[in-house]
């Protein structure tokens, strides 16, 4: 059974996401899905918080829900997956990504990346454009699970208005 890694910050999940999720569940016996930290950015919501959505909205039975503090391709090997599964929506992504195969590939030589475009009508998500439109008072509903609308919601406007708070300090 062939195992593999879907990692990211899921901060919060999209329908983009979910999108590559379900897709992804159909090519491997077992698939990760891995909540990581970006060292670049600050986290809205809690690793717990991330995976508490992620599991509120993906059924999928072959589909399990981790967090690691470690390098993705090291999970993977720990975790004897021999594929890393990454979304590729634009040139921006693909910059990044190319870089981040060649790093893996310099770890782990014998695990592989495959690339899953998004469907074409979660092309343009992004979770910084999620958080961009609440902050602004715009309908998420297009780009998130409803299930999750209310406490996506909440949870990036708690975060705006605690890091304007800091900024009048």
Same mark, same amino acid.
């Given at each position: 059974?062939?195992?593999?890694?879907?990692?990211?910050?899921?901060?919060?999940?999209?329908?983009?996401? @979910?999108?590559?999720?379900? +897709?992804?569940? %159909?090519? /491997?016996?077992?698939?990760?899905? =891995?909540?990581?930290? $970006?060292?670049?950015?600050?986290?809205?919501?809690?690793?717990?918080?991330?995976?508490?959505?992620?599991?509120?909205?993906?059924?999928?039975?072959?589909?399990?829900?981790?967090?690691?503090?470690?390098?993705?391709?090291?999970?993977?090997?720990?975790?004897?997956?021999?594929? @890393?599964?990454?979304?590729? +929506?634009?040139? %921006?992504? /693909?910059?990044?990504?190319?870089? =981040?195969?060649?790093? $893996?590939?310099?770890?782990?030589?014998?695990?592989?990346?495959?690339?899953?475009?998004?469907?074409?009508?979660?092309?343009?998500?992004?979770?910084?454009?999620?958080?961009?439109?609440?902050?602004?008072?715009?309908?998420?509903?297009?780009?998130?699970?409803?299930?999750?609308?209310?406490?996506?919601?909440?949870?990036?406007? %708690?975060? /705006?208005?605690?890091?304007?708070?800091?900024?009048?300090?």
């Amino acid at each position: 059974m062939k195992k593999a890694v879907y990692a990211g910050s899921f901060d919060p999940i999209t329908n983009g996401h @979910i999108d590559i999720i379900k +897709r992804a569940s %159909k090519l /491997f016996g077992e698939l990760y899905i =891995l909540v990581t930290e $970006n060292i670049y950015k600050t986290p809205t919501f809690t690793t717990e918080e991330r995976m508490n959505m992620i599991k509120k909205v993906i059924t999928c039975k072959n589909v399990s829900i981790h967090s690691t503090d470690d390098l993705v391709v090291r999970f993977a090997k720990e975790k004897g997956a021999t594929t @890393i599964v990454r979304g590729l +929506r634009n040139i %921006k992504d /693909f910059e990044s990504e190319i870089a =981040l195969y060649h790093f $893996n590939k310099h770890i782990s030589d014998d695990i592989e990346t495959i690339i899953l475009f998004p469907s074409h009508r979660h092309t343009y998500i992004s979770s910084s454009a999620v958080k961009e439109l609440i902050y602004y008072n715009a309908d998420i509903s297009p780009y998130v699970p409803k299930i999750l609308i209310e406490e996506i919601t909440l949870g990036v406007k %708690k975060a /705006f208005k605690e890091k304007k708070a800091s900024l009048v300090l």
